[in-house]
């Protein structure tokens, strides 16, 4: 059925293209604040993100890619977003436990702590480069599998492990300077 919805968006049907949008804006808004860190240029991405994919549904040649396809409209519809408005930088990224709770209450770290902490975090995200942030949000906070995100970035497995693995370091390093 979504492969029939695709392939009847693709031909123009507006109203498939809408049971599309409605069925994924959620996502493509919380992959695009996730980002770009500001509400307001996550929204404004999300919108470029889908009249882009309208306009150019032509170019989409597997149906079955639909989701890969518009991943990459909108990791480029979010570097336009900080092209257009010339900062760089992210509010917030908090990470679930993988366990699916938040960070358990310590008796040994207070609030102040855990916020100081989530402050180091913040700042240090916010100096990786987008293409870093990106596949960062993607992998970590989505759980997107590499090959997914391969597929989504049109790049081989190969390079998305070799680029995450930079974009740790990038983050481990800029850990260590907001640290100190």
């Known amino acids: 059925m979504e492969r029939a919805l695709v392939e009847k968006a693709r031909s123009g049907d507006r109203d498939a293209f809408d049971a599309l949008v409605r069925s994924r804006i959620d996502a493509v808004y919380r992959t ?25 549904r032509d170019a989409l040649r597997e149906p079955d890619r639909f989701d890969a396809w518009l991943g990459r409209i909108n990791l480029n519809a979010c570097r336009a977003q900080l092209r257009r408005r010339g900062r760089t930088s992210v509010r917030e990224l908090r990470l ?30 916010a100096r990786l480069s987008l293409d870093d942030r ?7 906070l989505q759980e997107r599998p ?27 390093s800029a850990l260590a300077k907001e640290s100190r």
């Open 32 to 56: 695009s604040l996730a980002i770009l860190g500001d509400q307001v240029d996550a929204a404004d991405a999300t919108q470029e993100t889908f009249v882009s994919a309208w306009c150019h």
């Open 96 to 125: 679930p436990d993988p366990e699916g709770g938040h960070e358990p209450a310590s008796t040994d770290r207070t609030l102040d702590d855990r916020t100081a902490d989530a402050d180091v975090f913040d700042r240090a995200f």
């Open 134 to 140: 990106a596949i960062l949000v993607l992998h970590h």
């Open 146 to 172: 590499v090959a997914e995100i391969a597929a989504t970035l049109g790049s081989p497995e190969g390079t998305i492990k070799s680029r995450l693995h930079r974009a740790r370091a990038a983050l481990e």
